[in-house]
């Protein structure tokens, strides 16, 4: 039953996964992404509206924090930016991960971020793949003022993202959910806050960070 619900959970972060050829992928500019983000909704309406894992929403809005030397690079970038996020209330990751880029982004002035669901997002999800080759949530997709895509994070901040790449082929489900559930618990939003802002100093840069799978 235990392995049932963990993969029912990996399901629900995993929508689909066909496979394609994988690599970094250049970002670029799409106005509809723009209105999508237009659509979506803040942050307080989507917990407000979970259903799913909705205890864990609530403690994580309530608890999630950054650290001050983080912001201070945030703000430091400057500009206006927007951050546009495929999320759905029943996926762990979503859960464990969009309280705190909330967070970061009501911290700096420029910075906003709204959500949309897995069927609203589902071309950008769509060419944000993992490097497996699937669409997951969360996709975290940086826009700048005008609604260019100029950066993104899919599914897992980068050491959690590095090691389920390297352990998937050979570890069950339910040692990499353990693994995951563990690597929240201890670093408590702290890589995710920390990539999201070198997407963000990346893109001010000009130098877009988008480790994401190629689609042709």
Same mark, same amino acid.
């Given at each position: 039953?235990?392995?049932?619900?963990?993969?029912?959970?990996?399901?629900?972060?995993?929508?689909?996964?066909?496979?394609?050829?994988?690599g970094?992928?250049?970002?670029?500019?799409d106005?509809?992404?723009?209105?999508?983000?237009?659509?979506?909704? #803040?942050?307080?309406?989507?917990?407000?509206?979970?259903?799913?894992?909705?205890?864990?929403?609530?403690?994580?809005?309530?608890?999630?924090?950054?650290?001050?030397?983080?912001?201070?690079?945030?703000?430091?970038?400057?500009?206006?930016?927007?951050?546009?996020?495929?999320?759905?209330?029943?996926?762990?990751?979503?859960?464990?991960?969009?309280?705190?880029?909330?967070?970061? #982004?009501?911290?700096?002035?420029?910075?906003?971020?709204?959500?949309?669901?897995?069927?609203?997002?589902?071309?950008?999800?769509?060419?944000?793949?993992?490097?497996?080759?699937? #669409?997951? #949530?969360?996709?975290?997709?940086?826009?700048?003022?005008?609604?260019?895509?100029?950066?993104?994070?899919?599914?897992?901040?980068?050491?959690?993202?590095?090691?389920?790449?390297?352990s998937?082929?050979?570890?069950?489900?339910?040692?990499?959910?353990?693994?995951?559930?563990?690597?929240?618990?201890?670093?408590?939003?702290?890589?995710?806050?920390?990539?999201?802002?070198?997407?963000?100093?990346?893109?001010?840069?000009?130098?877009?960070?988008?480790?994401?799978?190629?689609?042709?």
């Amino acid at each position: 039953m235990f392995a049932a619900v963990l993969i029912a959970s990996l399901a629900a972060c995993t929508p689909t996964s066909p496979a394609v050829t994988a690599g970094v992928a250049a970002v670029s500019a799409d106005s509809s992404l723009q209105a999508l983000f237009d659509r979506g909704v #803040t942050f307080a309406d989507f917990v407000q509206q979970a259903t799913a894992r909705r205890e864990g929403w609530l403690r994580l809005q309530r608890e999630a924090t950054i650290a001050p030397a983080l912001i201070a690079r945030a703000k430091a970038v400057g500009g206006k930016w927007q951050l546009l996020v495929i999320a759905r209330d029943g996926c762990g990751d979503s859960m464990n991960s969009v309280p705190y880029a909330a967070r970061l #982004t009501d911290s700096v002035p420029g910075l906003s971020l709204r959500i949309v669901s897995p069927s609203e997002g589902a071309s950008v999800a769509g060419s944000h793949r993992t490097k497996d080759g699937r #669409t997951a #949530t969360p996709t975290f997709v940086l826009l700048d003022a005008r609604g260019h895509d100029v950066g993104c994070l899919v599914e897992l901040p980068a050491p959690l993202r590095q090691w389920t790449d390297a352990s998937r082929a050979t570890l069950s489900s339910d040692s990499l959910h353990a693994y995951r559930d563990a690597f929240y618990a201890r670093d408590r939003g702290a890589s995710l806050a920390t990539e999201l802002v070198e997407v963000l100093e990346s893109a001010q840069a000009g130098t877009p960070r988008c480790d994401r799978q190629v689609t042709r």
